[in-house]
């Protein structure tokens, strides 16, 4: 490991930070009206599928390729090829970078609306509004659009730069238990609506047809390689904070199972409550901006559920922009040997400058974030699998992966490693190109 990297003190801290990674817009927004557009519990079976035979080994490679060298993935990668005589590793490890830093800047533009949202919600005038489209459609006018995205980096810079044990780790004890308060609180008031029925109806109701159209098992991969930071990014910087008594294959699985459960939380908390006010639960993006609002507007004691269903979307954002973030941070540490403060401000800078567009206009952003999460992602996830699964001796990545572990993976593993996540997140490169965009 490499001599003064940081680390988190503790297993529970470091596993919270990772729920705190995965748990993010991916659940809150984006699962719940793709389980209602691809067939309700259906989709359950492509996405736990993918999650628990692909999520998990990608998981266990990311932290064990961070632990393994100490290092973000442009460090981590060049370990690894050299030891084989290649030297591009740095160029190669530089591509999860640098899209992760797109990735910071569109997180952040969203990540800045639901900080608005919280502020506003206090305000008792907030669920007076009649016309909740329209003040989506505020959120991209200039002045506020532009400093609630500065407040937002604001946010994320000042803990960032609190450093990894006191700034992501402290927070992520706090955040991620409140998170799933507010989740068991809000399933309960929205199964106690009149006419929450319906809703359920919905969710468990199974339409088996999508399950022999291929976009729904490209939905549910993409879904699931979103939902768990899988890029060879984030969880090899995590990972890199590690010390050798983690357990890697007992925190990727209760990484994807905490991530598999927000998700199926969110379903349970906006279909019903969606339903229940007669609103269309296929609305997608708008779902939560503007579809949860006229939902709190109607319900008893909608001042109060609104403001911690925000503050609990806030939470999940914000440590999953932390996560993002910080991969940036660290490979700008790495390149130009700074100091982490110097880092964070100015990643958060550019950030900042680079964002304004995509504050103020909604075609743009949704244009980037489409072409980065559907395209430029997943090859960063494959790349790290190249790396450590089939450049390193799979032996030597099995052994590594099993340091510490009460849990340790047999041969069996290899393969499916090897062949079957390398094999299926190239078909997810594939089949997302063949069947999202066009
Ligand atoms: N998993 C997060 C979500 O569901 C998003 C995320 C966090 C992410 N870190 C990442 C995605 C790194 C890709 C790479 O919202």
């Not at 402290?170 to 238990?177: E, L, S, T």
Request: with cysteine; proline share 5%.
């Amino acid at each position: 490991m490499a001599q003064g990297r940081e680390h988190f003190n503790t297993q529970i801290g470091f596993i919270l930070a990772c729920v705190g990674s995965a748990v993010g817009l991916g659940n809150l927004w984006m699962f719940p009206w793709r389980l209602g557009q691809y067939g309700g519990a259906a989709f359950l079976i492509p996405y736990l599928l993918f999650v628990y035979l692909i999520g998990v080994t990608g998981l266990m490679g990311e932290y064990g390729l961070g632990r393994m060298t100490g290092k973000g993935p442009m460090g981590a990668f060049d370990q690894v090829l050299r030891k084989k005589g290649m030297l591009f590793g740095r160029t190669m490890g530089s591509y999860p970078v640098i899209i992760t830093f797109l990735i910071t800047i569109f997180y952040s533009v969203v990540t800045a609306w639901v900080v608005r949202y919280v502020w506003e919600s206090f305000f008792p005038s907030f669920l007076e509004k009649q016309d909740f489209g329209a003040h989506f459609n505020s959120l991209f006018e200039g002045g506020p659009a532009i400093l609630w995205l500065g407040v937002c980096l604001l946010i994320v810079a000042l803990i960032l730069g609190r450093g990894v044990s006191k700034g992501i780790e402290g927070i992520n004890r706090i955040m991620m238990p409140a998170l799933f308060g507010v989740l068991l609180i809000m399933i309960i008031r929205s199964a106690t609506l009149e006419g929450a029925g319906e809703g359920f109806r919905y969710l468990l109701s199974p339409d088996w047809s999508q399950l022999t159209k291929p976009i729904t098992w490209a939905m549910a991969l993409g879904q699931a390689f979103f939902s768990v930071s899988l890029m060879g990014a984030a969880m090899v910087v995590y990972g890199s904070y590690l010390s050798k008594d983690t357990d890697i294959p007992y925190s990727s699985f209760i990484t994807a199972s905490f991530d598999t459960m927000a998700a199926l939380a969110a379903s349970l908390v906006i279909i019903p409550a969606v339903f229940a006010f007669g609103i269309d639960p296929a609305a997608g993006p708008p779902l939560v901006f503007v579809t949860m609002p006229e939902v709190f507007k109607s319900m008893t004691g909608g001042y109060f559920f609104s403001i911690i269903f925000f503050v609990g979307v806030l939470f999940a954002a914000i440590s999953s922009l932390m996560s993002i973030m910080e991969v940036v941070v660290d490979g700008f540490m790495d390149q130009f040997n700074t100091s982490r403060k110097l880092s964070v401000g100015v990643i958060a800078g550019i950030a900042f400058v680079l964002g304004i567009p995509l504050a103020l206009d909604i075609d743009n952003l949704t244009i980037i974030i489409d072409f980065v999460s559907i395209y430029l992602m997943p090859i960063g996830a494959v790349l790290a699998g190249l790396v450590f699964f089939v450049i390193n001796p799979i032996k030597e990545t099995r052994d590594e992966i099993n340091v510490g572990s009460n849990n340790p993976v047999g041969r069996w593993w290899e393969p499916i490693a090897r062949y079957v996540f390398i094999g299926v997140s190239i078909l997810v490169v594939i089949l997302q190109m063949l069947y999202q965009v066009g």
